[in-house]
């Protein structure tokens, strides 16, 4: 199983990316699938999630309205729409999604669920 991220890259303040991550492998099956990121000496970060089952998404508080998650189940592809970017959002991004037992996850639980596949992440940088 492969997360494969793609999208990052330099915008300007204020500008937008939009983050593309794609599950492939046979035997990938998740309940869920998120955004983390980490900036340069900083630890890891929650950032966003969706739930497959219904589509419900949840946000870090720092990226409530400015970025959007998205994705398509029967492809195991999640996105991450970025808009109003700030310095403070630069880091590398990941894809993670948790092995698939059936569980319901909400925000809370998603936030702090064990991710079990990892991408090798993207690098965004905003500069100011």
């Known amino acids: 199983v492969q997360l494969v991220e793609s999208g990052g890259g330099l915008v300007q303040a204020g500008g937008s990316l939009r983050l593309s991550c794609a599950a492939s492998g046979r035997t990938f099956r998740t309940d869920a699938m998120a955004w983390f990121r980490q900036a340069p000496g900083e630890e890891r970060e929650f950032v966003a999630a969706?739930?497959?089952?219904?589509?419900?998404?949840y946000y870090v508080d720092s990226v409530k309205g400015r970025f959007t998650i998205s994705g398509d189940s029967a492809k195991n592809t999640v996105y991450l729409q970025m808009n109003n970017l700030k310095s403070e959002d630069t880091a590398v991004y990941y894809c993670?999604?948790?092995?698939?037992?059936?569980?319901?996850?909400?925000?809370?639980?998603?936030?702090?669920?064990?991710?079990?596949?990892w991408g090798l992440g993207t690098q965004v940088t905003v500069s100011s």
């Open positions: 969706i739930r497959w089952s219904d589509g419900t998404p």
């Open positions: 993670a999604a948790p092995y698939y037992s059936g569980r319901y996850y909400n925000g809370p639980t998603l936030r702090n669920a064990k991710y079990d596949y």
